[in-house]
């Protein structure tokens, strides 16, 4: 099977570089199935039922979303009738969050795909459950090889750290790990010992000439004053696609190959081979 994961998505250039670039990959690596973390889409904060047709549109099978999923107030009610919005699943009991945490999607071929998404809690703005135990329950639902022939963790937080050890403690047991939220492609994708497919950060899908996505002199100017001044805007200028490619065995569902994606504006451009 082939998977690919297309980290935060950043504002309008974002946005058009996922249209843009998406189609054109869906059909040269021949993928199966596609996810899209889309929880800064619209205008950097949140997305809209709009943006997320737009994406399906270019061939996004699934949206995750994370520590903004409900900036707009829409999405309260639109991910309940749309089970292809993931949010994290780690919300307490008691938050009564709307949605769904993971789901288990069926290829027209019939061959499952799960998706889980969890929220770190190191340096994060909001605590949830602990995300390592409440992937065992997910888990013990979608067992890779006897449920799902292929299973994708997007692990939201900001720590290297807390992705790492989720990465560890997934070895074996899914075919890929990949973290979201910081905006920055990180140069460790590898095999872990186990078979899991593995990246620190897949790195947004916006402008990189910004501070991870916004307007760069309104965080300067943070920096410097440490005062609020003006809200935060995404960068408008060319965007550039950042994600991950992953191969998987058919037999074990685990990963053979896993390879990053760069398209686009700033960055060093980087495809997979076919």
């Given at each position: 099977?082939?998977?690919?994961?297309?980290?935060?998505?950043?504002?309008?250039?974002?946005?058009?570089?996922?249209?843009?670039?998406?189609?054109?990959?869906?059909?040269?690596?021949?993928?199966?199935?596609?996810?899209?973390?889309?929880?800064?889409?619209?205008?950097?904060?949140?997305?809209?039922?709009?943006?997320?047709?737009?994406?399906?549109?270019?061939?996004?099978?699934?949206?995750?979303?994370g520590d903004?999923?409900?900036?707009?107030?829409?999405?309260?009610?639109?991910?309940?009738?749309?089970?292809?919005?993931?949010?994290?699943?780690?919300?307490?009991?008691?938050?009564?969050?709307?949605?769904?945490?993971?789901?288990?999607?069926a290829l027209?071929?019939?061959?499952?795909?799960?998706?889980?998404?969890?929220?770190?809690?190191?340096?994060?703005?909001?605590?949830?459950?602990?995300?390592?135990?409440?992937?065992?329950?997910?888990?013990?639902?979608?067992?890779?090889?006897?449920?799902?022939?292929?299973?994708?963790?997007?692990?939201?937080?900001?720590?290297?750290?807390?992705?790492?050890?989720?990465?560890?403690?997934?070895?074996?047991?899914?075919?890929?790990?990949?973290?979201?939220?910081?905006?920055?492609?990180?140069?460790?994708?590898?095999?872990?010992?186990?078979?899991?497919?593995?990246?620190?950060?897949?790195?947004?899908?916006?402008?990189?000439?910004?501070?991870?996505?916004?307007?760069?002199?309104?965080?300067?100017?943070?920096?410097?004053?440490?005062?609020?001044?003006?809200?935060?805007?995404?960068?408008?200028?060319?965007?550039?696609?950042?994600?991950?490619?992953?191969?998987?065995?058919?037999?074990?569902?685990?990963a053979t190959?896993?390879?990053?994606?760069?398209?686009?504006?700033?960055?060093?451009?980087?495809?997979?081979?076919?």
């Amino acid at each position: 099977m082939r998977l690919a994961f297309f980290g935060d998505v950043v504002g309008k250039p974002g946005r058009d570089v996922v249209e843009r670039y998406l189609p054109r990959l869906r059909d040269q690596l021949s993928l199966d199935f596609v996810v899209v973390n889309a929880e800064n889409a619209a205008g950097g904060f949140g997305l809209t039922e709009a943006i997320a047709n737009d994406f399906f549109d270019a061939g996004a099978d699934c949206l995750t979303l994370g520590d903004h999923a409900w900036d707009q107030r829409e999405m309260v009610s639109y991910i309940e009738r749309d089970s292809r919005l993931i949010r994290p699943l780690n919300y307490p009991p008691s938050a009564q969050a709307p949605g769904k945490g993971s789901n288990i999607f069926a290829l027209p071929d019939g061959r499952m795909v799960g998706v889980i998404q969890l929220q770190g809690n190191v340096f994060m703005r909001q605590a949830l459950d602990n995300p390592f135990l409440v992937l065992e329950d997910a888990l013990a639902d979608m067992r890779l090889r006897e449920v799902c022939d292929a299973i994708i963790v997007d692990m939201h937080c900001e720590a290297t750290s807390e992705k790492m050890a989720m990465g560890h403690h997934c070895d074996g047991r899914v075919s890929l790990v990949v973290g979201s939220h910081t905006h920055i492609p990180t140069a460790d994708a590898q095999l872990l010992v186990g078979g899991t497919a593995y990246q620190t950060d897949a790195g947004m899908c916006g402008d990189y000439d910004s501070v991870i996505g916004m307007k760069k002199e309104n965080s300067v100017y943070r920096f410097l004053t440490q005062l609020p001044g003006e809200r935060y805007q995404p960068a408008l200028s060319d965007g550039t696609l950042c994600g991950v490619f992953v191969e998987t065995d058919n037999k074990t569902g685990l990963a053979t190959r896993v390879e990053p994606i760069r398209m686009g504006g700033r960055l060093q451009s980087l495809v997979p081979a076919a």
